[in-house]
């Protein structure tokens, strides 16, 4: 799997709202920068997702308009707009943002998210 794969494993994974099929694509020095909190430790993300898949129900996360900024052996950046729908108070909600992904090839050579930015896009 290469890594335009594993974007689209991650958000496919994502939208399992299971955090143990996210786990496996994650790098053990993952980093995560939300609007509201910095997560750097597996168990602080963990707990993020978990918290958002409860929040926000039957929640769907998309990627759209997608670039490659870098692309070298062993790590790849991305930039992308992300979508999310779902439900919040049994209220239907949608939204969008900007994120960040980087991501790094390990020693098995599998590519693996170490980090991840989302802001709004004010």
């Known amino acids: 799997m290469g890594y335009e794969e594993a974007l689209i494993a991650y958000i496919a994974a994502t939208n399992t709202h299971d955090f143990q099929y996210v786990r496996k694509l994650l790098s ?19 707990q993020y997702f978990e918290n958002a898949w409860e929040t926000i129900k039957d929640e ?36 969008s943002g900007r994120a960040t992904n980087v991501f790094v090839r390990d020693s098995l050579g599998e590519w693996k998210l170490i980090h991840e930015h989302l802001s709004s896009l004010r």
């Open 60 to 95: 769907v996360y998309r990627a759209t308009d997608v670039e490659w900024l870098v692309a070298e052996e062993n790590s790849a950046t991305c930039i992308y707009t992300y979508e999310y729908e779902g439900y919040y108070d049994g209220k239907f909600v949608q939204g």
């Open 28 to 46: 053990e020095e993952a980093v995560y920068w939300f609007s509201d909190k910095s997560c750097r430790s597996i168990g602080e993300i963990q």
